[in-house]
């Protein structure tokens, strides 16, 4: 069975631009979450979906985050427009979406923005 | 406030050799779950093992073992017999019951262990 999918692995792009994270969670997993790491702030929850619907958004830094899942098996992370402070590693999870479940991360999407 | 201190920015261990990678925790719930994950320098998210508040024995994974000590709050995790291959960032998360349908985790800094030949 394919793991948390996500793309691209790696983007760079200029500020000022929009930039779209992508994930594909795993099969049957009910929960959805996009985490970014950064060195200075470690590995920080910005959202998660359970059942396709948000239930905790109090992470997402400001508005120029926004976060989509239109059905079951797919996610976005958009970023418009993109601050070189946005720069970090990006993580989508997924999980079964019980109390004891662990979560299942994707590879990542190293985010660069100039 | 922090709910996850991981105090030690990197260990050291010999290979074969056991080693324990500390973390404290703080809530005041009852109820709550306690998660190992080990991130190697290639950047995946590994989950390694998993304590409920409510297990009176503690949680084995093959070499892991997790060290939970419930009135310290404390959940260390246990490697032994470390190998080359454990050189890696650890990560300590915590889940608390709940609030509005919550289920977050909470991870500490990390600890970065580095296994000599």
């Known amino acids: 069975d394919a793991g948390v999918i996500q793309s691209p692995r790696h983007e760079v792009t200029e500020m000022g631009q929009e930039v779209t994270l992508r994930c594909k969670p795993i099969?049957?997993?009910?929960?959805l979450f996009w985490y970014r790491q950064t060195m200075m702030r470690g590995l920080e929850l910005l959202i998660y979906f359970n059942n396709n619907v948000p239930i905790d958004d109090s992470g997402m830094p400001e508005d120029r985050f926004s976060a989509k899942m239109p059905n079951a098996s797919f996610s976005t992370l958009k970023i418009q427009p993109s601050e070189p402070r946005d720069s970090a590693v990006y993580f989508c999870?997924?999980?079964?979406?019980?109390?004891?479940?662990?979560?299942?991360f994707g590879p990542g999407t190293r985010l660069t923005v100039t | 406030a922090q709910k996850i201190t991981q105090t030690q920015p990197g260990m050291f261990v010999q290979e074969k050799e056991a080693v324990t990678l500390d973390c404290t925790y703080d809530?005041?719930?009852?109820?709550?779950?306690l998660f190992w994950y080990k991130q190697p320098s290639s950047g995946e998210m590994i989950f390694l093992i998993y304590q409920g508040s409510y297990d009176e024995q503690n949680a084995t994974e093959g070499r892991y073992s997790l060290n939970f000590q419930k009135a310290r709050k404390s959940a260390n995790l246990v490697i032994s017999a470390s190998q080359l291959g454990d050189s890696a960032m650890y990560f300590c998360a915590m889940r608390e019951p709940p609030e509005g349908g919550s289920e977050k985790l909470v991870f500490g800094k990390g600890t970065k262990l580095t296994v000599n030949p």
């Open positions: 099969s049957g997993h009910n929960s």
């Open positions: 999870a997924s999980s079964l979406g019980t109390s004891i479940d662990e979560q299942y």
């Open positions: 809530t005041s719930d009852q109820s709550y779950g």
